[in-house]
């Protein structure tokens, strides 16, 4: 036996300090976890290692691929960014598991078998070592900001200061889950108008590398004077199966050039501003971003992340750099003592609705309810205009699709017809 210094939290945040005769560490943490207590620190005899020879502990940096060589082993751990919805399920796990009053080290272990999908057991492994070292959730959360982001961990060290973790985690599960929904319904609503698209141009281009070809061999042993149509129709075969590559170089030179010109401060500023204003598309854009900007600072808000933090953190994930500016001056003016929605209105970027609504909630005290209500409006608005501009490119797309494979059927259609006229006489 051996003794064992510790150092640990209970639930209410209360330290406790004491010694316990123990086999080994290992034991220990066992006995201070059992004990509803979160382990800080330990401290005594060394720890006897129950590994068999040349086997990696389970929590080690080569878990993975630990046979490979350093460069290998990078690429084979190297991971995707989570999904919305994957972060939303990993929230709503661990707080379901502290809810039921497992301690932190002991639901983290947990966690390594209810693998979330995107978010590797790996990741929850790495949380219990860290955490059993001393270290906070948030803290540990931070070192693995390919997973966690500013507003998740932020929101961690929120709860664990406030001692409502669990009710922080399902929150944030909430958050994800919404975000997830709302990208759901525009990825939904932007399918079929592009599966119509590429079938209506599969089929423009089938008709005019293979049928229109088989036609032009009997056409050309007429010595009739075929239609305008019929002579559009063939002209543009003849080019594009004579210069494709010209149009490919084409295409990828404007693709180039635009990407090299978005990389540029004032490309990207000029091409966000377009899509905020485009027609029709410009307004589920912007009631996309206004709704996002609204959700996350609210969330931020009511738990307790001081506004200056919560606008960076705002400004942080806003996608459109026009947003993300006016943001960031935002967050300057509130350090100067103004209010949220002086600087906001002076943006001329956001909505007067949104401003009413924030001087409101500035009035009464209750910000992170305007902004909530706010949110909820504009996914609700934002809802029906995807189902509004859904009912709109459908037909439209159909329509255009329509006009096109029906000229070239015209074209050779009314050639055929005018060789058998001429046939006739």
Not at 76 to 104: C, D, H, I, Y
Not at 238 to 247: D, G, K, P, R
């Amino acid at each position: 036996m051996a003794q064992f210094s510790y150092k640990a939290r209970r639930r209410s945040g209360e330290v406790v300090q004491g010694v316990l005769d123990v086999p080994d560490r290992a034991t220990a943490l066992v006995q201070l976890e059992r004990s509803g207590l979160f382990p800080v620190s330990v401290q005594g005899g060394a720890p006897v290692d129950t590994r068999k020879p040349g086997r990696p502990a389970a929590g080690s940096a080569d878990t993975r691929g630990g046979w490979l060589p350093p460069a290998l082993r990078a690429l084979v751990r190297r991971q995707r960014k989570p999904k919305m919805q994957e972060l939303g399920t990993f929230s709503q796990q661990l707080a379901n598991l502290l809810k039921s009053g497992m301690p932190l080290t002991v639901a983290l272990n947990s966690m390594t078998h209810l693998e979330t999908k995107g978010i590797p057991s790996d990741v929850s492994r790495q949380l219990k070592q860290d955490v059993m070292e001393g270290k906070s959730l948030s803290d540990s959360m931070s070192r693995q900001n390919r997973v966690f982001s500013d507003l998740f961990v932020n929101m961690v060290r929120a709860g664990e200061q406030s001692g409502s973790l669990v009710d922080v985690l399902r929150r944030l599960g909430a958050h994800y889950e919404r975000f997830a929904e709302v990208q759901s319904k525009f990825t939904s609503a932007m399918i079929y108008p592009s599966i119509v698209a590429l079938v209506g141009l599969a089929v423009i281009v089938f008709f005019m590398a293979v049928m229109l070809p088989k036609f032009m061999t009997i056409f050309d042993g007429m010595e009739s004077k075929l239609p305008t149509s019929t002579m559009m129709v063939i002209s543009l075969s003849n080019f594009f199966s004579q210069y494709w590559w010209l149009l490919l170089l084409l295409v990828i030179a404007t693709w180039v050039i635009l990407n090299r010109y978005r990389a540029t401060p004032s490309g990207r500023r000029t091409l966000d501003r377009w899509k905020l204003n485009a027609p029709v598309v410009g307004k589920v854009i912007r009631l996309h971003l206004f709704g996002q900007f609204c959700r996350t600072l609210s969330t931020l808000l009511s738990n307790g992340v001081p506004v200056l933090t919560a606008l960076k953190i705002s400004e942080s994930i806003m996608p459109n750099v026009v947003l993300k500016e006016a943001i960031a001056k935002t967050r300057e003016e509130v350090t100067d003592g103004k209010t949220i929605a002086q600087p906001l209105a002076r943006s001329k970027v956001f909505p007067q609705l949104m401003i009413d609504l924030i001087r409101i909630g500035e009035d009464t005290g209750d910000v992170p309810g305007s902004l909530e209500n706010l949110a909820g409006t504009y996914e609700s608005e934002l809802s029906i205009q995807l189902r509004v501009l859904t009912n709109l490119i459908e037909p439209a797309m159909i329509i255009t699709m329509a006009v096109g494979v029906g000229f070239l059927l015209f074209s050779v259609v009314s050639a055929m017809f005018s060789i058998t006229q001429n046939l006739n006489r």
